[in-house]
Every structure is written in structure tokens, then in C-alpha cells.
């Protein structure tokens, strides 16, 4: 948590942030989006950048992805009410994939996030997963909160999109880059000094909070959005695929608090291991 | 001991990097004096960067490493002094513009220095209009950075740190990614500057730029292996160019012919008529005749209008011929690049019709017309991406649906062609800028085709790279390849390409062998072009020669 | 490439102060979204498109007018089927979803032309000093406005890779979805860690300028609050109350709608 405020102090994670904003603004336009069902859902493939950036940069992708989805709207002119579960969905977004790596137990590989071995690119998939399940829950339920749309739509292609593209491309991103950025003297655990890094105890406690408010209160959501569960809690209720808005809101306001409490708690590893050595 | 009235003076300066291996600097002692204008050249890793970096405490706040000696600005040691304090002493402009511009838009940019340093506003406005005016940006304060060109770009970068009133300016290449009429704005810039009595301390390739300096220093391997008045330090051509440094044309020719020293081609050409020397044309090798080869590139009318309604290119005619060396020249934004992303179908006309081999390109796709025709573009950093050098190579023929046993030989073809063999497993991140431009000529040669057009190959490279690049295109040529060079760099033209073509607003303006474009200055001034110096010479003696050798054969005493 | 909506004209919305803007967007927005029935939003929108004129930006509207018809009608569809009411139409679709599937198109409508008058009024520097004087702190407002004023930078090197990659023979329209996907990776890798290569440059550039040098710096661009603002001010803020009171008064609801 820490890091995410005392990295303003330094010039090159201010200019980090700056850089990774405008990369992730930039790669919508010349980029073309591919298609899922053509002319209705299309995968954005700046979505590559967040999980990448996250474990690279840390905090600066953090609010870096925050601000380049709010430079998307306001290039984009979708800039409204909207825009603020944006910020902070796409805040989740590139702050989670950096706190949970090497945080999850068993999960964890316990080393820099090269990709080499299948341990490593399972901890890359979950991440990305509950990264992106945050990210579109967060928005979804804003959009709901805003009666804009209903999650069922929206948390679900936000949810593809997000996991999805990166699933495919962020291990390769991941693996040609890290080494490179590591030896470029870039890597935010090299910028920052160790002062400024949250330290303590409740890294893991944390970790596990936003892993599991993002997977289980998305997928909750969902459920709720699609009617399910209505029966249990409107009595009489109708039919399925109706009604669920209220629930949602409902639902989705304590799921919103952990994930905001599990950035609070959360404490990125800064002692991991390089493949086949053992950190000092 | 260090004399209080000096504006730099750099004791046994040593510098190395923090993962370096060799020092970067490795005992330099230079002292400037307060309104010089210094020079400083040297072939890529002699230190020049360093060196800038040094003025200004970047060297060693913001760049780690082990700093030694004394470093003295304005009698002040910087030692301990941070980056901030001895910015409002001393500017400091970078090579690449894109990286030195913050700002939305052009008066804050000016503004922000000063803003920095708490400044009160009616001053900054004051500042903001002296800055722009000396840098000739006056009447732009509210435009958008990225809607300037490149050399109005560098001269905003200029401004945004004259705003501070600094005493020194240092620019390390500031005119390295800019065409003829970007550089000439900002030599302009700079020298203005020096009648207002700055001192400058200027890193450069433009050997040019050197000859109107008080001093030149001449840096090589971390060490000043020269210094002196351009009279004294320029005139040593034969030894400049042996370090990698571009020679003065006009002293090169001077000294080899035993004259007194010239720096300037108006010294050079009074010095060798004077001497009687003339241009004796059939003194030159004639050329064999060119057996009519068949026409690979066929333009017809080409029109180009881009979707915001810009016309690039208004009525182009040309053919070129298998086995050409053609240059196209023309400033940025001339049509040139226009004009040659027509012949692999990145653009296609709007008017008019483009034949490559015979075939219109209309309702190709660049994978097919990639097969006949390869583009290598500027930047090798805008297409380098796969973990070792050979997979980046291979990138092209495997799209091109090569078998994995002939991608694997046309790969160490391509190497070899280039001269990277062994580099095979070598991360390309980790080469050098001539090294990666070569990855890139690689990549396309992997490809086997007919054509090849190289974009602004030798821009970032120094003296000796461009050479080396250059030669390798020439055995490209020599081995068949067509080649379509689009440069500005005209020393290049004048010694490698037969034929030019120069553009100029979105029309072909002049076309015809190098030798017959050359003589024509008065046009070639009109497109912003300049030839290079040995060219100029010969021009007023004459005759056009084209390269020192030739200078050397054709020039006859009368 | 113009990717700025910005465009430059005199016109009174253009003179007034981006707080006072930002507050009417926000006071337009709430309300608008504070009724389930369309009127409401759809007052709102004709607002939006009399100031579009009034700024002059009117015909530059058509810049949006393909996101807007598109956002509208996947809302309308997705109300359409989502929500329910007592009177049945067609398949699914009940009078009451369809009235609130119209009423949502409406407020994204309304955001879109919205946040378009906004954009197309306001100087990005104005937008970041705005800020600034809202109580965002310096440095991630010059963050903010550093990534604004980069994005053409990367879009044309981005546009560059493109065409470089394409004359290597990468093909992105062949192959199915995970081909597809794997064909961006050389236009990824080359856009990303050139971005990231230039954070040394501009780093130093920003320290050379004396960047963070003070504690208190002067800000050039002065915003003042005049007339004409306090009222936009007093709107907006009358806007956003009544948007409450709509909301929890039980006003603009469509009877019988479940979302």
C-alpha cells in the first residue's frame, strides 16, 4: 500500500506512470481491436498491457492504467459518471497482478515473474484472472449503481476482455520483457527505495482478500444480475434474468469495501528469488 | 588550479558507469571560457554524452556510477550541488526532442523551467516571449508540441531551457534526427545564442557546424585526443576520418593536394583555381553502358490524398530498373516517404497506378508485394521484438510461409550478408543502434527480395557506421538487389546512389544521375538540399565530381 | 492525426472556467441518470445539443455520432431484455423495459454528447490546471498531462510498427482468434519497451529543468472565476441536489419496472 503514495516522491515512477497511461490510451486507436462477434464484442488488445505492466512497474502501473482508461474516455468522448468506477476498476486493475505475485502460498512460484516453467505462467493466469474479474466487477457494478447497464452484460465482457488476450499474450510479454527492463535498471522494486515499500505482515492476508472478493464477488454478481437467487430473496419473485439490480447494488457494496481493504493490506514481495537461486 | 573567470573546467575528470566496464570518461581535462563556442566531436561511445551529462550534474546524480576529479562550473565545484541548482546555470538539450517536451502546448512548455523555480508569472510571460522569439517560435504559444515539425520540436526544447536564463548551454546531437532545414534552424538558434554571449558546449556530428566554433575538442575512448581552433583541429581530415569522424570535404581535399588548409568551400575553390586546377571529366573511368534492364518499379501519375484531405503526392511519373541504385531526397514531409510506401502497398494511390514487376499494386497486399519488394524502416527499434537476433531475422520468412530448413539457411545468409554471424542467440535489445540497424536490413533480406527500400538508413549512426551501412548496401546492389534509398543525408547520395531523384511538395522536381542532379544547386537549394562540400567544389571548377577519389583523378592542374 | 476534440473558437461556454464546466457536466449527468423515465434524460440531452451549438461545436458533433448511435442501441437491446414489467409487447419486451432501454440510450447519449461539449470547450492545459485547483496534487496532474500530451507520440510510432511489421509479412486478418491474438505480440513489444526506454530520458530532461526543485511553484496558467461561472457554479449544484431529491422522492420511476 505504501508504495502506491510514496512513489509520487520520485521522478522516474512519475514519469513511468505517465508513459504507461499514455501507452495504454494509445494502443486503442492504431491497433485494431479483434473481433469476438463482429460488430458487437471486440477484444481491446491494449488489455496486455495492465498485467505486464503491473508486475514490472508496480505502482506506477497502478495508477498509470487508472489514468490511461480515463485518457481512453476522454479521447474517446465517453468521459460521464462512468468514468470514475473506470478509474478505479482499471486502479485494480494494474495494482492487483504486483501484490498477489509470490503471495498466494502454494500458488506462488516464489520467483521473478519470467515465465520460465508452468508454475509461473499459473501464477501469471490467476493474477490475471482476479485482476481482471476486480476491474470488471468494479466498473459492471458502477454501471449498475448508475442504472446504465445491467452486470450481466457488462461484467461479462469486460471479464472476457480482460482475461482473456492477456491470458494468451502476457506470458510471452512477460517473458521477453522482464529481463530486459530488469537489466534497463527499471524494475520499480530497483527505482524505489526499500523505505518507501509497504512492509509487514499482511501481505498474504490481503492477497487473499482481493483474490477472493474479485473471483467470488464477480461471479456472485453475475449470478445475482442473471436472477439467480431472486426467489430466495424477493419471495413471489417472477422470472429469472430480471430484478437482479437491486441485489447487485446490494451485493456489490461490501465486495467493492474488501477489495478496497485488501489494497490496504496488501504487500508486494520485494525478496523474490531469480530461477534456480535462492534470495539472500 | 581552477581560474575563477572559466565557464567549465574539468580536472582528470573519470567516469564509469555502474555496470560499465570500461570507463566512459577516462581523464578529461577541458576548460571552456565564459561566451566560447565549443565544438565536440567523436565517433559513437567516445563519451560525448557523458560529457554533456557531466555539465549539469547528471553525471553522477541521476546517472549511477564512480565520478573522479573535479568538475568545476562558473568557479562553482558541483560536486554535491544537485541537478536542480545548476539547471538555472546550465542548460541542457538532448538528442531525441520527443523526450524533452511535456507540455500540451508551447508557452507552458516555455513555462515550466521557470514555473519550477517558483517565478513570478509577469516574469514568465516576459521570459516566455524573449525565448520564443530568439528560437523563432513567436506567434505558436498556443499550438500542440505534436503538430510541430521535428526542428521546431528541438527549438521548443531549446526555449524551455533558455527560460531559466542559464549562463551555459550544452546540447548533446541536438540535430541528429533532423532534416537539412531542422538542423540549419537550429545552428541558427545556436548561434544567435552565441552573440548574446552564452557559452556553448555543443556535441556534433555535423562537421560543418564545427568550422564556425572557437574550439573544437576532439573526444575518443573517454579521452580529449585534440583540442584547438577549427583551423587547427579540422584541417587534420585524413586523421579525423580514421577515428570515425566526418572529415571537412574541403580540408580533405586541400590537404591531400598539398594546398594551405581551407575549411569552407569558397577558401577551397579560390585555393585550387588559384593553383590551377580544373575538373578534366574524361579523366574519369566511363562507365560501362547499361544493358537495358527491365523496369521493376512503374509509376503513372500517382496521386496521393490522405483521408484528412491532405495531398501527399500530386502527379508522380517515374521508372526505375532492375539492378538501380536510386536515391530520393527531399525534406521531411516533401512526399518523398509518400511516394515509396507505394512500392510494397502500405499506401495505395489515390490517382494513377503503380506496377511493380509488371503488375498493378492495386488490389495486392503488402505480404504479396513484400515478396518483390522489402522496406526496411528508420527506426530499428519500432520493429525489433523476438528474444534473439536469429528468430528476429527468421520473423519475415516464416510469414512469408518459408520451410523451417530454408528459414534457418536464409537466416545465416542474411547474417552473414550483414556481417552479424556468431550473433545468432544474441538478445537484440542488447546491440548497439548500427548493430540493430543491421538486424533490421537482416530481417528484410531473410525475405530475398528484388527491391529494397531503405528509409533514412544512416540516421543515428556515426561517420564510420554510416559507412559501414552504406557499404552494405552497395554489395546489396552489387549483388543485384534494387535499391531505393530515401535519404537526406547528401554525401551518401553523392557517393553511392547512380541515379536521384529529388521531391519536393508532393512532386518529382528532379530526376536524373546523381551527376547531373548535383550540378544543379540553385534547385537544389530551392528544395532545402545542399551538396556536400567535395561536390561544390568541383561544381565551381568545372565539372561535378562526386567523391574524394574522384576528386583526386579528375582534378588536373591546367 | 487529430486526436484532441479541442477545437478552438470563441464562444461563451469555450470563456467559461473548466471547474464550472466540470461541475454542470457532473450536474447534468446526475440528473440525468436520476429518473428511470426517459424525459428527464431527455431533456438533458436537448441541453447537452443547445450548448453543442452554442459553442459552436455542433457539426463537429458527427465525430461522435457513430459511438453514440452505437451505445444507445446496445443499451436500449440489453434494458430491452434485461428489465421487466407488467406490460408485455413483444417476446421479452415489455412496454416498461423498453421505456427505461430508451431512457438509458438517453443518458449514455447524454454522456457521450455531453463530456464532447466539454472536451471540444476545454484546453487540455485547462483541463489539468482545473484540477490542479480542485485539490489534485502536482504531481499527478503533471502526470495526467504528460501521458495527454504523449499519446500522439506513441499513436504515430504505434501506426509506424504497423506498417513495419506488415512489410515483414505479418498478416493480423488470417487465422483464428488465438492466431490472431499472437500476431499483435511483435506490434506490442516494440510499442511497449520503446515507451519504456524513453523513462531515462525524460527523466533527465525533467531534471534538467528543475523539476520538483521547490517546494511552492509558480503556476502560469491562471483560471479566475467570474460571473458567468458562479452561475454555472449554483446550476450545477442545484442540478446535482434535485437529482437526489428525483431519486429518493419516487418522481420520474416507471411503474412496475423491475431491472
Known sequence: MRELLTMWKNTRMIVLTALIAAVYAAVLIPFKAIPLVPGFTEIRVAQVIPPAASLLFGPAAAWGVAMGNLLGDIMGSTFGLGSLFGFVGNFLLGAIP??????????????????????????FLIVTVASGLACAFMVAWGLEVLGLFPFTVLGSIIAINNVLLPAVLGPVLMALLYPRVKRWGLLWSDILDPADIGAGKTGGLGAWIMLLASVVGWALCLFLSLGGGGQLLMPGFAQGGQGGAVTVVAAGAPVALLLLAGLVLGRARTDLSQRGKKAA | MASVSEAVQLTNVHFTYRNGETPALAGIDLAVSPAEFVVILGPSGAGKSTLCYTLNGL?????????????????????????????????????????????????????FAPENFGVDRAEIGRRVAECLATVGLTGLERREPATLSGGQKQRLAIASVLSLQPRMIVMDEPTTDLDPLGKEGVFQVSRRLRDQGLTMVIAEHETEEAAVADRVVVLHQGRVLAEGTPADVLTRADWLEALGVQPLGAAQLTARLGLPPALTVADAAEQLAAAGYRVDLTALPTPAPEPNAPAIVEVVGLEHRYPNGLTALQGADLTIRQGEFVAVVGQNGSGKTTLVKHFNGLLMPTAGEVRVAGRPTAGQTVLELGRTVGYVFQNPDHQIFAETVADEVAFGPRNHGVAPDEVQERVAEALAAVGLTGREAD?????????????????????????IVLDEPTTGLDYREQRQMMDLVRRLNEAGHTIICVTHTMWVVAEYACRTIVVKDGRIWMDGPTRAVMVREAELTQASLKPPQLVRISNRLGGTLLTLGECLHALRRV | MDLYLYIDRPSPIHRLDPRAKLLMLLGILLFAVSSDHPLVPAVMFALVLAAAQAAGAWRALKRVRTLLIVLSLFSLVAW?????????????????????????????ATTVAGSFVFLATTRNEAIATGLIRLGLPYNAAFAFSTALRLVPTFVGAGATIVQAQRSRGLDVESGNIIQRMKKYLPLIVPI????????????????????????QRTFYLQLHLGAADWMMVCTGLLLIAASFLLRFSGYGKISGLLT
Do not use: C
Open chain 1, 98 to 123: 504486483y501484490m498477489l505475485w509470490g503471495r498466494l502460498g502454494p500458488l506462488s512460484s516464489n520467483q521473478e515473474p519470467t515465465m520460465r516453467g508452468s508454475k509461473q505462467v499459473a501464477e
Open chain 2, 59 to 111: 553525471v553522477p546524480k541521476f546517472m549511477r556510477g564512480n565520478l573522479e576529479g573535479q568538475v568545476t562550473i562558473f568557479g562553482s565545484p558541483t560536486a554535491g550541488e544537485r541537478v536542480s541548482t545548476l539547471a538555472e546555470r546550465v542548460g541542457l538539450v538532448f538528442q531525441d526532442f520527443e523526450s524533452q517536451l511535456f507540455s500540451t502546448n508551447v508557452e507552458l512548455e516555455v513555462a
Open chain 2, 427 to 451: 538478445d537484440p535489445f542488447t546491440l548497439t543502434k548500427g548493430e540493430r540497424q543491421r538486424v533490421a536490413v537482416a530481417s528484410i533480406l531473410a525475405t530475398r527480395p528484388q527491391v
Open chain 3, 80 to 108: 430491452s431484455l434485461f428489465a421487466d414489467g407488467p406490460t408485455r409487447l413483444l417476446g421479452p419486451v415489455s412496454l416498461e423495459s423498453l421505456l427505461y432501454g430508451v431512457g438509458t440510450a438517453l443518458k449514455l
Open chain 3, 192 to 215: 511497449f519497451a520503446s515507451a519504456i526506454r524513453s523513462t531515462n530520458h525524460l527523466s533527465m530532461a525533467l531534471e534538467s529543468k528543475g523539476f520538483g526543485a521547490r517546494r
